[in-house]
């Protein structure tokens, strides 16, 4: 267990506007982590043991400070503290069980227990070697995990050193600044004053009232995640970015073309009314905030879009999205900066959410491309997955997709079990798989 008397680094509230939208969310049951997964494979074909992983783990501790915290103070001022010591028998857990999808669903439906003087993330690790890391949002994005799985991996390649259990936490450790303290956030006027007129405005005469989001939020804050995983192969990745580049566009515009087709397809006949979805897309700040790619932060944002119903692909519209997110990099940081405006009641503001109509139909989230570290040495990496939660307030759909060092895609749909209709999930990823060998030809 760890010391007693921890000692406060920073305060997540004063000076983290979206740490403590994330650190909110979860108190309030609304969330519970985000997760980057992946299969370690050993050039003779061993298996990945305790010494080996705590081994890494202890490097990992050591290199980034924020895996050596908890949360205080969730309800009123949160604030990072610095743990004395990290068990990592009580982090750390191996499973016989093969199963990635319920592996990840288990994880999705998991809060962590703030209570505790635990770090707040955590290691499952299945029989096939598949390291799954799951970590509170606060505390990390996803790319956030991504590096993780990168310094694993080096970890591994470097060969053990003394393993224990129990690691202690660097007497001194220093926390990067919140995405706020590095990057210009402050919303425009025009985009304050429209948030305002919003609150007066008749539902009729906003653009939320034509779009079709699946099932309203649930009146509790309890939640079940639903997972389904999909893979494509490298092959196939291979001829699919050629074609996209061919067409101006990206995999992630693309994607995003393919699922509002799809989704258009099955917005329910009965509801004329509907006239468009509504897309978040999320942005990697750490380009304009200076953030480093091995960093372990949460310097991410999102695009908000209203696409129509529409039930085909059209590579133009894919093309068209593709610069659009580009022209975003820089302009999505107001959507943090508006966090501010309920910053001294954000969990009053979620609250007020619930019950009511959900805002938006579905999410993509893109890790990108992992490339391969230490091919043709002692260790690489395969099989990856990223997934969230955000399950009761967020979009019904979440498309997280990440591509491994192999080529493949691998995306993981993630839903919560009031957001959006079983039925119509699988019918989605039927038709997505199907859309997608169409484009292929």
């Known amino acids: 267990m760890a010391a007693s008397n921890p000692k406060s680094l920073r305060a997540a509230a004063a000076s983290g506007l979206l740490e403590s939208w994330h650190i909110t969310r979860h108190l309030l049951g609304m969330d519970s982590c985000v997760i980057i997964s992946a299969r370690y494979v050993c050039t003779n074909g061993s298996s990945l043991n305790k010494e080996q992983l705590f081994s890494a783990l202890q490097k990992l501790i050591h290199m980034h400070p924020i895996l050596c915290v908890m949360v205080r103070n969730e309800d009123s001022k949160p604030s990072f503290v610095k743990l004395e010591t990290i068990d990592l028998s009580s982090v750390v857990h191996f499973s016989e069980s093969n199963d990635l999808e319920a592996a990840i669903q288990r994880q999705l439906s998991t809060r962590f227990d703030t209570s505790t003087q635990l770090p707040l993330w955590r290691v499952e690790v299945l029989n096939d070697n598949t390291v799954i890391l799951a970590y509170h949002h606060g505390i ?16 591994l390649e470097e060969g053990n050193t003394a393993s224990f259990a129990e690691v202690t936490v660097p007497k001194s450790i220093s926390l990067l600044p919140p995405i706020e303290a590095v990057t210009n956030l402050r919303p425009s006027i025009f985009k304050i004053i429209s948030a305002v007129l919003s609150l007066f405005l008749p539902a009729s005469w906003k653009r939320s009232y034509y779009v079709w989001s699946a099932n309203p939020v649930s009146k509790t804050a309890g939640f079940t995640a639903r997972v389904k995983l999909m893979t494509f192969s490298p092959e196939n990745m291979a001829v699919f970015a ?191 798989e199907e859309g997608f060998r169409a484009l292929l030809v």
């Open 140 to 155: 990390g994005d996803g790319l956030s995990g991504v590096a993780f799985h990168r310094f694993l991996l080096l970890a």
């Open 242 to 432: 050629k074609i996209c580049r061919s067409h101006k566009a990206t995999i992630t515009s693309a994607v995003y073309v393919l699922a509002c087709a799809v989704l258009s397809r099955l917005v329910p006949a009965h509801s004329p009314a509907y006239r468009t979805l509504c897309a978040t897309v999320a942005i990697s700040l750490r380009g304009v905030a200076g953030g480093s790619e091995d960093a372990f932060c949460d310097y991410v944002a999102a695009h908000t879009s209203y696409p129509p119903i529409h039930p085909a692909f059209q590579w133009s519209v894919a093309a068209s999205y593709a610069t659009e997110l580009q022209r975003q990099k820089s302009s999505c940081r107001e959507e943090i900066g508006m966090i501010s405006l309920v910053a001294n009641n954000i969990g009053g503001f979620m609250k007020g959410m619930l019950g009511n109509k959900r805002n938006a139909t579905f999410e993509i989230s893109n890790a990108g491309r992992v490339a391969g570290i230490s091919a043709g040495r002692h260790w690489t990496i395969e099989r990856m997955a990223f997934a969230q939660s955000d399950l009761v307030l967020g979009p019904a759909l979440k498309i997280n997709a990440i591509g491994d060092p192999t080529g493949a895609l691998n995306i993981t749909l993630t839903w919560g079990d009031a957001a959006i209709d079983e039925e119509v999930v699988e019918s989605f990823a039927t038709q997505f």
